[in-house]
């Protein structure tokens, strides 16, 4: 869990989640290795082969792990060139890898008034500059005092958090995870969005918001990733 963009609190019963950001929250090439073995461990009658079983689920596991840290390490160097060189007020960044791989990747930069999303894959030239996504920040949009439930989400959101205004209340839209998809093609699409309603009572409400996906179903998003690596890998040829 320490691996992935979820992270988890390692240190509970301290308020402070730990997210390395090198894998997927869900990524089978991990999980795969894993389950494979355990299956067969369970099925298999010969402690030789259980044994064998488990060390081979593991070192393939454990190299895939070594893998995304690798990656990211490189993909962090990319990112850090594409940034300073297009936006160079950038104040600070973070990369993730995208839904179940390790091969493209995205990043969120912020800057004083906005956010900056983008993605690039592990097949692009170096001199690649790929578009910059704006989100506009508008936490102007919060009160000026804020109540302790929107202190405690601001603090888990790390401040990559934007507020959109609706007649509902406001819109608080985590960025740690990025955008679902490409927004250029599909809109802005947040991972987790959060409703903020205040009542006259000085109470607060706030309710978790399903993924914004606009009819946009979570194959043809893996669809769009699977082309942007096609499109990538014949761009090095």
């Not at 369970?42 to 893998?67: F, H, N, P």
């Not at 439930?149 to 959109?164: H, Q, V």
């Not at 978790?208 to 090095?236: A, H, V, W, Y």
Request: hydrophobic content about 40%; proline content about 5%; some cysteine.
């Amino acid at each position: 869990d320490v691996l992935n963009v979820w992270g988890t609190a390692i240190f509970w019963p301290l308020n402070h989640r730990i997210a390395l950001n090198t894998l997927f929250i869900i990524d089978p090439l991990y999980t795969v290795p894993l389950l494979t073995s355990i299956l067969f461990i369970l099925l298999s009658k010969k402690t030789i082969y259980r044994e064998k079983t488990a060390l081979i689920g593991l070192i393939l596991s454990t190299c895939y792990v070594i893998w995304g840290l690798g990656v990211k390490m490189s993909m962090n160097k990319h990112f850090e060139h594409v940034f300073f060189l297009s936006k160079p007020q950038i104040l600070r960044y973070t990369t993730i890898p995208t839904p179940f791989n390790t091969l493209l990747w995205a990043s969120m930069a912020e800057t004083k008034d906005n956010f900056y999303f983008t993605t690039l894959s592990i097949f692009n030239k170096k001199n690649t500059e790929p578009s910059l996504y704006e989100i506009k920040k508008n936490h102007s949009l919060l009160p000026s005092n804020l109540h302790p439930k929107i202190s405690d989400l601001i603090r888990i959101t790390k401040g990559y958090f934007s507020i959109e205004k609706t007649s509902n209340g406001l819109l608080l839209h985590d960025l740690r995870y990025g955008l679902l998809g490409f927004p250029e093609k599909n809109g802005e699409m947040p991972v987790f969005s959060y409703l903020i309603q205040e009542l006259d009572t000085h109470e607060v409400i706030i309710t978790p918001i399903r993924p914004q996906t606009k009819n946009i179903s979570m194959t043809s998003i893996l669809t769009e990733i699977g082309n942007k690596l096609k499109e990538d890998l014949k761009g090095r040829g």
